[in-house]
């Protein structure tokens, strides 16, 4: 177990920075709080499984091509990131900008996919993979706002001080109530974001999808626009999804 955990700590470690220039073994002793006897041991087993790999001239290390296909084999057994795909790319080239896939993840979401938009110059970047906690955000507002209500009492503790949840749940019943969520500035600044909520077959929450703009590009008729574009892909998708289709 120990060593699992090690293991998670490195591939953490790598995974934070640029795959072109990698880490050094004493900069990754440090930052996982190993000996380096003990860091080098582990490189050179990781190494063997392909997990790491190190560059032959500058003796640094980076993440191996291993997790790339492991990746992979996981998001192919996302078998509704296929049938959505085609509607976030419809999505993104009505509006021209970048659309998200969010999936709830506990406490968190990840963005498990991007569309970004071929026409629109500006973009809004933010990385597959990442993991935002679930009280940020368009996108992961409108999940809390369509799960349960005793799902998201679970969740919000974990995230809010105890003072801030009463106000937080009223932000969540007005997005019930409208039909989708927008966030300002909340990751970001000079950005702003529109989401809804995805279900399956079940009534379960297991996405959202939203735009993301450049704020100052953000006029009301844009907005409204937007709003109303969001929400009929959401639907589609929704209904795509619980037909199996």
């Known amino acids: 177990m120990q060593s699992i955990i090690r293991a998670m700590t490195v591939a953490k470690v790598l995974a934070s920075h640029s795959t072109e220039n990698g880490v050094t073994i004493s900069d990754l002793s440090k930052q996982c709080e190993l000996p380096l006897s003990t860091m080098h041991r582990l490189l050179q087993a990781m190494i063997k499984q392909g997990l790491v790999e190190q560059d032959e001239r500058s003796k640094t290390y980076r993440l191996g091509i291993r997790w790339l296909e492991y990746g992979l084999q996981v998001y192919e057994s996302i078998d509704y990131v296929s049938k959505i795909r085609p509607e976030l790319e419809r999505l993104s080239k009505e509006v021209e900008e970048s659309v998200y896939l969010n999936k709830p993840l506990g406490n968190e979401a990840i963005i498990v996919e991007r569309i970004d938009s071929e026409k629109n110059p500006i973009r809004i970047y933010d990385q597959l993979g990442l993991r935002i906690p679930m009280n940020i955000g368009a996108a992961n507002k409108a999940m809390l706002a369509a799960m349960s209500t005793d799902k998201s009492i679970a969740i919000l503790p974990q995230l809010l001080p105890a003072d801030k949840i009463a106000e937080f749940q009223k932000t969540l019943e007005d997005i019930r ?44 008729e844009r907005l409204e626009y937007l709003r109303t574009k969001v929400i009929e892909t959401g639907k589609r998708i929704s209904a795509k999804v619980a037909s199996g289709s």
Do not use: P, Y
Request: hydrophobic share 40%; net charge neutral.
């Open 177 to 220: 109530k409208q039909g989708f969520a927008i966030s300002h500035s909340e990751r970001t600044e000079g950005t702003s974001s529109i989401a809804v909520s995805i279900k399956d077959g079940f009534g379960r929450v297991i996405g959202a999808i939203s735009i993301g703009v450049v704020s100052f590009n953000l006029t009301e």
